[in-house]
């Protein structure tokens, strides 16, 4: 759980009408999917599916370096290739010592 998230919690229970771990007006929400596609149609921002968010949370901890074994924990793959497959490839920076290393424009003539 980040810094955010407990306060968040917090206030959400203190606010609470229900007892209920999630609620809506004060009754029992048995399920996410309709609330985050109404929530996705208000927004306007086209096709997003609920696992659309994990993928983003992965990537987003990827380009801040964190190490793959702790994603890949996060998401509780069950290999680590999993992770490196499904999100590996959409950080610029993941190949980039590689590409570095084939820098012709720097090599010297005859050399």
């Given at each position: 759980?980040n810094?955010?998230t407990?306060?968040?919690?917090?206030?959400?229970?203190e606010?609470?009408l229900?007892d209920?771990?999630?609620?809506y007006?004060?009754?029992r929400?048995k399920?996410i999917?309709?609330g985050?596609a109404?929530?996705?149609?208000r927004?306007?921002?086209g096709?997003?599916r609920?696992?659309?968010?994990?993928?983003t949370?992965?990537?987003?901890?990827l380009?801040?370096?964190?190490p793959l074994?702790?994603?890949?924990?996060?998401?509780?793959?069950s290999k680590?290739?999993?992770t490196?497959?499904?999100?590996?490839?959409?950080l610029p920076?993941?190949m980039?010592?590689?590409v570095d290393?084939?820098d012709?424009a720097?090599l010297?003539?005859?050399?």
């Amino acid at each position: 759980m980040n810094n955010a998230t407990r306060p968040a919690l917090m206030a959400a229970h203190e606010a609470a009408l229900a007892d209920n771990v999630i609620e809506y007006a004060g009754r029992r929400v048995k399920g996410i999917r309709t609330g985050f596609a109404n929530a996705v149609a208000r927004s306007g921002i086209g096709h997003v599916r609920i696992h659309d968010l994990r993928h983003t949370a992965a990537v987003a901890m990827l380009s801040e370096e964190v190490p793959l074994e702790k994603v890949s924990e996060m998401l509780d793959h069950s290999k680590m290739a999993v992770t490196f497959s499904t999100c590996a490839g959409f950080l610029p920076q993941h190949m980039q010592d590689a590409v570095d290393v084939l820098d012709f424009a720097s090599l010297k003539r005859g050399a």
